[in-house]
């Protein structure tokens, strides 16, 4: 059962990222300043899915990983370091700097700059927890484990 919810807390929370980061680029790409506004307002009210999806993803994988040893369990957890590292120094702050900026309607330079390291830094995220899933899939049975995905990692 545990299993099941850190791959259900995992999947939330990497859907949440996807999301923002789909919605961030649509926006940007081909709709006005009124709408970029709503997108990173909205993504600040999904903060409030993804931080708990985040945490326990975090709480469920550092109890999974008690009872299991070996790489792709190493593997999981150091990517996840770096996933929590990024979106709390990072993605969160720029979260609430961007939306704050939008909502005055400061489109400078600065908004452009820190939206491009968003958008850097949540396509880490998407990838990584992407390769966590990869992996989670593996530990399970899921997926099929090949030779060469030990020695690679």
């Known amino acids: 059962m545990k299993a099941k919810l850190h791959g259900f807390f995992g999947a939330v929370a990497l859907l949440c990222i996807a999301t923002f980061w789909v919605s961030t680029v649509v926006s940007e790409a081909f709709l006005d300043l009124a709408s970029v506004t709503l997108v990173k307002n909205a993504i600040l009210t999904g903060m409030w899915l993804l931080i708990p999806a985040m945490a326990a993803t975090g709480g469920s994988g550092i109890s999974l990983s ?7 369990v190493e593997v999981k957890a150091r990517r996840m370091k770096l996933v929590a590292a990024n979106g709390v120094l990072v993605l969160l702050p ?7 900026w939008a909502n ?12 491009a390291l968003e958008l850097l830094a949540g396509a880490a995220n998407i990838t990584l927890l992407t390769l ?16 060469s995905a030990l020695e690679r990692e």
Do not use: E, I, K, W
């Not at 720029?94 to 704050?100: D, E, G, H, K, R």
């Not at 005055?104 to 939206?115: I, S």
């Open 66 to 72: 008690r009872t299991r040893r070996g790489r792709f």
């Open 104 to 115: 005055a309607g400061r489109f400078d330079g600065a908004f452009y700059a820190l939206q």
């Open 132 to 147: 966590n899933l990869r992996d989670g899939l593996r530990l399970a049975g899921r997926l099929p484990v090949r030779p």
């Open 94 to 100: 720029s979260a609430f700097v961007l939306a704050s």
